[in-house]
């Protein structure tokens, strides 16, 4: 089958393949790059300094894409047509001395360029500004070149722009001089000390204003940190910059890296695919990450903005100073990175919080993905498109992997073992196995066995099976471990797996650990390690049946199946003092009362132990963690409940997961609540801090469950909220509840006090579009329509794109999987349009469709039938194709 290219042109579907990875025959010991910059048109000049790698050179072929080739030159001499050859995607030359200097000279089109990969326009002709976004492959619709991930060099860039329209030039490395041109046009040049390959380029040029301060690192380099914005949106900067010097004093506290540059430059642009970018000297962030205030941000955009800042600048070492030997290795930078960003995140927050957002985001993304038709490992063995493959796997399993590693070797040994992998691998590109061997080294531990998890799909099951003998005192766990066959993948094999427990008695007591065979007790939290198949595990001097509480911390990402009485799980969800298995107790009695609802029974045990339990605590005054009781309050996401029930029809699901809330709200009761509210209200002053941070959190919550129980006063609540919020946690908060249970007066007069407040913001109408795209009901697809031909939607934006496309089809679930088949056809429409202007959204997006086999069947057909109309459209990206393909594979 033959697909187009962005650009338009036809490619077979080939895969890559991880088995075939060849080292590059040339090198580029260092390259020039000058740009005649402007919208419609760009000139790149490239001069590669080559050498081949052998004595005897074989054939260079450079990637390129959409580029018009102007001149060519070989060591000073112009090439003519017959010294080259000009392919699809590739330049080829042939019998070129061993070393040689390669000049090309293309032009490129950065307006009409509404992929977002390689130079591109964000904003309007007039005002906008040019920037770049290489990764993965997006240098090569820039010049010609060696663009993976292995060629490493020195860049020395020089920008040229009209001075008006471009006052801004910025490129990755270090300034290193300017002037003026003729005819109002003037240049920069810059340069990196440091070799990086093609993808860690970029360059930004037009009308920015800087928000700028000065900051030492540890080792005692004085670096210009500088946040760039369009000028309406650099006072939103502030939080960013104070973010980013948090993150740089935590990386060289806890991993001793220092930045290494004379300036950081940070940009914030409304037009990207993805987050944010972590381009050598030159971040790209998508203004989602980047711009934050009171009145804008909710709580978690700003744990987001800090969160992703800390992403973006670790990658500096974890991606840029070691980075990738090809992309299989994706994950090396990328879980790496995110366990990174997580640890500075729960260090700057609460640990328990953080890991119960965590674990909540993987069972979310991750766990559907790998159940899935598009399940892969974290390091893939064959990819299409690889753009495809920046995926919850790669980043958030990736992460856990890492988070494994870390535990198993212990946090000294862990620190030598990243000291030692950058020290070993600096200005190369290193492979998982090369991070593995470091730490495996520090630690003096075999961490081979742990590549597995990088080779393998699925999630494992790991069941848990306990009895106690009161004759032996003695307490036997047998634990066994299982991965159903994912597509390409039939046999599974076994995987080391951490599993940290404590046992509990009666009383609440953590019990002493002594296994059969051991002198004495260790501890009353230890890490058991399940390699084989199944083990057991027996525990000595245990007097009466203790409660298990197993993978604390959530220390392995696996599937724990362990029946356990309601009456247990309520004691751990009360008492467990690990903050994250108190919650999972609570995930675990609310999936068994959603298995029970969704069956159908009248009555259960694990509903009323739920909310018995969340009652009890509930009306503890002194259980000061709000922001962990809002947490325990709320019932497990609907994509994970929809795991539970196979084949499942979104409408039982959504029944019995609201049947499950109403019951919760219900046991708390409507004066409890309304209580609460008021409590909460009183306290709230639009502060900040923590605790402030953390009531609002739970007043959410409250006034959610409230509205379930006696909606008029909690809507009377929430108008009030709305009119007088201090910020925009509280006025989301309220909107979110207004839009639920209000009448359509309501409804229209918040949302249109809202726009008029915030209609001139992007990122806040990303919100009004998403808040009304999420909602469920008879009407949610008019909605959708309605949002979709509003004045300000646009398919070129991938921020609305995500927030009205995305939130319908991934969050409105009922909406989306509309019996008669309207929710796929709308999206397939959308999805046909959006293809033709930006092929990774689209690919993105698609995903959505993710899990239609497991549909009941009448939604399954239809499902199957309306992606199956999707893969027979003309013209298909390859983007696209592959999400497509493998879906119905
Ligand atoms: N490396 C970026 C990050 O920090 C993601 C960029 C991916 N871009 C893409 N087009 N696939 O996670
Ligand atoms: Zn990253």
Known sequence: MLQRDADGTPTPDLKIRLSDYQPSAWRIASVELVFDLDIASTEVYARLELESASATPTPLRLDGEGLELIELRLNGKRLGPLGYRVEAHALELSDLPASCALESRVRIRPQANTALEGLYLSGSAERGFLLTQCEAQGFRHITWFLDRPDVLTRYSVELRADAARFPVLLAGGNAVGSGML?????????????????????????????????????????????????????????????????????????????????????????????????????????????????????????????????????????????????????????????????????????QALKRIEDVATLRRMQFPEDAGPLAHPVRPAEYAEINNFYTATVYEKGAELIRMLAARVGPQAFRRGTDLYFARHDGSAATVEDLLAALGEAAAVDLTPYLAWYAQAGTPRLSARCHHEPATRRYVLRLAQHTAPTPGQAVKHTLPIPVKLALFARDGRMLPLRLAGEADAVGVERVLELTDAAAEFVFEDIDEAPIPSLLRGFSAPVILECAMPPGDLALLLQHDADGFNRWEAGQHLASDAFRAAHAGAAQYAALAAWTGALGALFAQTDFSDAALLAELLAPPAISELEALVEPHDPDAVDAARRRLEQALAQALGASALAARYTALHAAEQGAHDAPAQARRRLKRRVLELWALVDAPAALAAAEAQFAQAAGMSERLAALRVLLRHGDAGMRHGTLTAFRARHGQQPLVMDTWFAVQAEVAGVDALDTVRALLADAAFTLRNPNRVRAVLGTFARQNRTAFHRADGAGYALLVAQLQALDQLNPQTAAALAQAFNGWARLEPKRRALAESHLRALAATPGLSRNLADIVQRSLA
Not at 249 to 278: I, K, P, Q
Not at 316 to 339: A, P
Request: net charge negative; aromatic share 14%; proline share 2%.
């Open 182 to 350: 003729a005819e109002g046009r003037h240049w920069a040049r810059f340069e990196d000390p440091h070799p990086k390959p093609s993808y860690l380029f970029a360059l930004v040029a037009g009308r920015l204003e800087c928000l700028s301060q000065p900051y030492i690192t540890a080792d005692g380099r004085a670096v210009t940190l500088n946040l760039w914005a369009e000028a309406d949106a650099i006072g939103q900067c502030h939080y960013a910059l104070g973010a980013l010097q948090r993150a740089m004093r935590w990386d060289e506290r806890s991993y001793g890296r220092n930045y290494d540059l004379d300036v950081f430059h940070v940009v914030a642009t409304h037009d990207f695919n993805m987050g944010a970018m972590e381009n050598k000297g030159l971040n790209i962030f998508n203004a989602k990450y980047l711009l934050a205030d009171a009145d804008t941000t909710t709580d978690e955009g700003f744990r987001a903005v800090e969160g992703v800042i800390g992403h973006e600048y670790f990658h500096n070492w974890s991606g840029n100073r070691v980075t990738c030997r090809d992309w299989f290795q994706l994950s090396l930078k990328e879980g790496f990175t995110v366990f990174r960003d997580q640890s500075f995140s729960a260090d700057m927050h609460s």
